[in-house]
């Protein structure tokens, strides 16, 4: 997994987490910073390559 989409994973699941934490319930907060981190096209473009690495293994 590529450093940038590691990142994304860590940050994605750091702000999940401080979501289910008692008394912070702001899902509009929680799923902006979700869109902030996911909605990147470097991390997109990481995504893709790796895709086409997956594409070209055989099965």
Known sequence: MPDRVREAVEQARAILASYVEPGSGDC????NNLL???DDEELIEAME?????GA???Q
């Open 28 to 31: 509009n907060k929680a799923i």
């Open 36 to 38: 902030n981190v996911l």
């Open 49 to 53: 390559r790796e895709d086409a690495k």
């Open 56 to 58: 070209g293994r055989t």
